[in-house]
């Protein structure tokens, strides 16, 4: 187990805002969680009529590729909750004392027996939340081994008698001596529920930032089933400037920054580290219009669908930096609100993926309202169409695309993280867009990152023929290379036969570039080819270079001579521009060879929406030399009518192959 330390300076600016003193930090700002529980303690909606209890469904499953976490507060309507984009929900909240007593649980279960019984139905699994914000009656809790039992006890029973799922802890303001304390109750309450219930889950709410060093990230996530991240609240209702609740990147704390943290200081256990995200924003008086303006009071809580409902009243700004959208006004003096929508989330669930979490989760459900735009986001990002995957979805071959960093990355939180990389266990590495595309068949083990390259075995045969092609961009201005390699190996998975140096990229592109080994045979006695992508560092830089669509494959027939290999159909489609759009947008691809080019929209449902080439004749702006393309779309359908902001999939074919990415209207 690793310690933490956390280093302060004195600085200006926003850095100042974040930077607050170790010894007091959690006694001054409390979490969303704390403040809207303290506000709504007097009000109890009555989520629906009390309903007969069904059991959960256990041949039910969500349609979702990853956990996803939803607290649900006692003070919501859960009108519009759908079960399909959800794998656990947690009824917030049963109140806990000093003693281990639960002092209110806000009309648990029959508060909550309908949206329970809809739950159930729908295979979701149902959570109690165990909440104390009082720091002393955490030590009281967690440092007496009777009233840590008389919790484990209560929580136990509650949940057994309501005939749900697992447990939620969110205790706030736990102090440093602690810490271990924290890790034995989450032992014992582990070892409680899991004797009752092997299937039961037990998690817990950990901060963004662990100021104190109060949290043992390690032991938690070895004893618990989740950690449930709660990445946002970077800037608070007593920040002394504006600035986004749950900055993406571009900050010195923000998501980005906590993930990476959390790997670190879990032993990199990212199977157990869910990535909550914020449905609400802070609306602050302030100085002016310009973001991170000094405040002039506290913020207030804004649930999205007010927030969003106000963006486009008073104009919707965007900080790239921090990928964050935002709006201000003037009622008498000046105000911003800053919040999350659907495209900033959908960024932030691109990094679930990317850093191999096991999901996310929201504070809080129903905080959209009957908006729809976050259940989109939702299912765009974790559960897209099949057909709308790379070449149909899930291939025989392994598909990526890969960030490969140099040794000394500053800041890791891909794929490819350098050391911390290694303890990975993931059975999914390999991803395409959102969706995690399984490793070939005939792979040996999971593809293992280290430092500055990635290596994946798969099962080969003495004599037949093989190809590794791919796509690389390099822009890194330092000199290096990078290079695709194969070795191959005998059965007895050490004995190195042939080290071939396959591809290389010496030259920095501003787009990517096509290589490809060829046909190449594997030698006598291979058993299996060790294929690894890497950067041949001339110089340590903290630039990353790109793989995508890295293909290894089996060759039928006869090898190809040298000359043929180009006209071997090799594709490559990239990210709209501008994205997201409201007029119109341009794509661009590059494709080898000769066969007909398609490209087409889609919705989410995977519904044809716009055809912009026809089948056969080559995209408008083609260079047959060069096997590149462009096409701009307006934002029309076939038949000519405009299409309703959202997120569309465009999706190019050409030579038997197929690519999509994901696009965004917003008007």
């Not at 059965?491 to 490809?516: E, I, M, P, Q, R």
């Not at 398609?598 to 044809?608: E, F, P, R, S, T």
Request: a negative charge; one cysteine or more; charged letters at 15%.
């Amino acid at each position: 187990m690793k310690e933490k330390t956390i280093i302060y300076s004195v600085t200006t600016g926003i850095l100042a805002v974040l930077l607050v003193c170790c010894s007091n930090a959690v006694a001054q700002n409390k979490s969303i969680h704390q403040l809207q529980s303290e506000s709504y303690s007097d009000s109890l909606i009555i989520k629906g009529p009390e309903v007969k209890y069904l059991p959960l469904a256990k041949d039910k499953s969500p349609r979702v590729g990853k956990t996803v976490l939803g607290y649900d507060p006692y003070w919501t309507s859960d009108q519009y909750l759908h079960y399909d984009l959800i794998t656990h929900l947690a009824c917030f909240s049963a109140e806990m004392a000093g003693d281990g007593s639960i002092t209110t649980s806000h009309g648990f279960p029959g508060t909550w027996s309908a949206t329970i019984a809809h739950a159930h139905k729908n295979g979701v699994k149902v959570l109690l939340c165990g909440t104390c914000f009082s720091s002393s009656a955490i030590t009281s809790i967690l440092s007496s081994d009777s009233f840590r039992t008389n919790a484990v006890k209560n929580l136990l029973n509650a949940v057994r008698d309501a005939g749900v799922e697992g447990v939620n802890i969110d205790f706030e303001g736990l102090a440093l001596a602690q810490k271990q304390n924290m890790v034995k109750f989450i032992h014992e309450l582990s070892d409680s529920f899991h004797s009752w219930d092997p299937a039961s889950y037990v998690s817990l709410a950990t901060p963004a930032v662990d100021w104190a060093g109060s949290w043992d990230y390690d032991s938690l996530a070895i004893y618990s089933d989740g950690l449930f991240i709660m990445a946002y609240d970077y800037f608070w209702s007593g920040s002394a400037t504006t600035g986004p609740v749950a900055p993406l990147d571009g900050y010195s704390y923000d998501v980005g920054w906590s993930i990476h943290d959390y790997a670190v200081y879990s032993g990199n256990r990212r199977e157990k580290m869910i990535c909550g995200v914020p449905y609400y924003g802070y609306d602050w008086p302030c100085v002016g219009t310009t973001a991170g303006s000094a405040t002039i009071g506290s913020g207030s809580a804004v649930m999205f669908f007010q927030a969003e409902t106000l963006a486009y009243d008073y104009g919707r700004q965007w900080q790239a930096s921090s990928y964050t959208p935002w709006y201000y006004y003037n009622n008498g003096e000046w105000h911003q609100c800053w919040y999350d929508d659907e495209i900033s989330l959908g960024y932030k669930y691109q990094m679930v993926w990317d850093s191999l979490l096991a999901g996310t989760g929201m504070w809080a459900l129903s905080y959209d309202g009957s908006r729809p735009e976050l259940w989109t986001a939702l299912r765009t990002s974790f559960n897209l169409p099949a057909d709308s995957l790379v070449n149909g979805g899930m291939e025989n071959v392994f598909r990526d695309t890969v960030a490969v960093p140099s040794n000394n990355s500053l800041k890791p939180f891909g794929w490819l993280d350098g050391d911390n990389a290694v303890a990975d266990t993931a059975t999914d590495f390999v991803h395409t867009g959102s969706y995690a595309l399984r490793h070939r068949a005939d792979c040996m083990g999971k593809a293992v990152p280290f430092l500055s390259f990635l290596f994946q075995d798969v099962k080969v045969t003495p004599g037949l023929n093989y190809c590794l092609s791919g796509w690389g961009r390099k822009n890194d201005g330092a000199g290096n290379t990078m290079r695709m390699r194969i070795q191959w190996f005998d059965s007895l998975h050490k004995n190195l036969l042939l080290d071939d140096t396959t591809a290389a990229l010496s030259a920095d592109s501003a787009g990517y570039v096509f290589l490809t080994t060829g046909t190449v045979a594997a030698p006598a006695g291979a058993a299996f080819a060790r294929i690894k992508l890497n950067i041949w560092a001339v110089n340590s830089t903290a630039y990353w270079d790109r793989w995508d669509d890295v293909s290894f494959t089996q060759v039928t027939g006869i090898a190809a001579e040298p000359a043929d290999r180009g006209q071997r159909t090799a594709i490559r489609l990239n990210q709209n521009y501008p994205n997201p759009f409201n007029k119109a947008t341009v794509i661009s691809y590059q494709a080898t060879g000769d066969g007909p080019v398609k490209l087409a929209v889609y919705n989410i449902a995977g519904q044809l929406v716009k055809t912009l080439t026809p089948p056969n004749p080559p995209l408008e702006g083609r260079d047959k030399r060069e096997g590149s393309g462009s096409v701009t779309w307006d934002g029309r359908d076939d038949n000519g009518r405009a299409v309703a902001n959202g997120v569309y999939i465009y999706k190019l074919n050409a030579g038997g192959k197929s690519l999509a990415k994901k696009m965004i209207i917003l008007r």
